[in-house]
């Protein structure tokens, strides 16, 4: 059975920092590309950041890029984003995907991810 699985989130102050993490099983971790997306109340859903397993590339959205980093452990299959400077508008449900590397020259596209994890609240408070 495939499965991701996140965890990590919760609640901090602006300027604080957050580590996710994305656990992943039931598939070739190395086969796959993991992004992370996020989804605000009422906004749609934005991609921010993305590693290939394999070669270790690593993608982010302008709106988190000096602020968050993303990292892979391919022996525990898990995939990080540690996040810094945060601010109130990073509130939102984070959610890590598994996608094949073939697509990541359109990686922000939440559509082209073929496993989803159940995601994990952040919330930012001012």
């Known amino acids: 059975e495939v499965q991701l699985v996140e965890s990590g989130g919760g609640l901090v102050q602006a300027g604080g920092s957050l580590r996710l993490s994305c656990a992943a099983s039931?598939?070739?971790?190395?086969?796959?590309?993991i992004g992370w997306f996020r989804q605000a109340p009422g906004k749609e859903r934005e991609g921010i950041s993305c590693?290939?397993?394999?070669?270790?590339?690593?993608y982010y959205a302008d709106s988190v890029k000096g602020r968050f980093t993303i990292s892979s452990d391919n022996a525990k299959n898990t995939v990080y984003l540690h996040m810094n400077s945060l601010k109130p508008e990073d509130t939102a449900v984070y959610y890590c995907?598994?996608?094949?590397?073939?697509?990541?020259?359109?990686?922000?596209?939440?559509?082209?991810?073929?496993?989803w994890g159940q995601g994990t609240q952040v919330t930012v408070s001012s």
């Open positions: 995907a598994a996608a094949p590397p073939s697509l990541l020259s359109i990686w922000v596209l939440w559509e082209v991810y073929d496993y």
């Open positions: 039931g598939f070739t971790f190395d086969d796959y590309a």
């Open positions: 590693i290939s397993s394999s070669d270790g590339s690593t």
